[in-house]
């Protein structure tokens, strides 16, 4: 596994970690939704990661226009996902309790389909020709100030 992988299992790992902590913290309202969109943030990070960044470079490696190939697919995930999001932090404001978990569990059923999607369509195919720099420079520009949450990041960022 190189870089490209590297970064982006430990980027979803710590999504995993961010939503444990999310759901751990699930009978003080005010806490619970701070660390949601914590969540949210970072899941935004990811998704724009992709589709600016990893997803045009691969449609380029491979040959793919606008129209074929896996990423149309994963964009529409990700689209599906923002929707989802929206969902939840709209729960969060006018739902009750379980209208919260029912948009939650949503959001994460459909993340982990998702993501099976990428790792087997696109993941083990970006390590071959996306090189450690070029990842750095667009990892920098795309989560800013937020290297402090992200161990992984800041592994990266300082490891050259
Ligand atoms: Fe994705
Ligand atoms: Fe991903």
Redesign the pocket.
């Known amino acids: 596994m190189t870089a490209v992988s590297k970064f982006m299992y430990a980027d979803h790992k710590c999504l995993d970690k961010l939503w444990s902590n999310f759901l751990s913290k699930k009978n003080d309202g005010t806490k619970t939704e701070k660390i949601f969109q914590e969540f949210s943030k970072h899941l935004k990070f990811h ?1 724009q990661l ?1 589709n600016d960044f990893l997803f045009p470079k691969f449609d380029k490696y491979m040959g793919f226009t606008e129209n074929n190939g896996p990423t149309p697919v ?1 964009i529409k ?2 689209e599906v996902i923002i929707l989802l999001l929206n969902d939840v932090e709209k729960k969060f404001k006018y739902g009750k309790e379980t209208e919260i978990k029912n948009s939650s569990l949503n959001l994460k059923k459909f993340l982990v389909t ?1 993501r099976n999607r ?1 790792l087997d369509m696109e993941y083990p195919i970006w390590d071959s020709f996306i090189s450690y720099d070029e990842l750095k420079v667009a990892v920098t520009k795309i989560y800013k100030n937020d290297f402090d949450l992200f161990d992984h990041i800041k592994v990266i960022i300082e490891d050259n």
Do not use: N, V
């Open positions: 998704i992709e994963l995930d990700h998702h990428e």
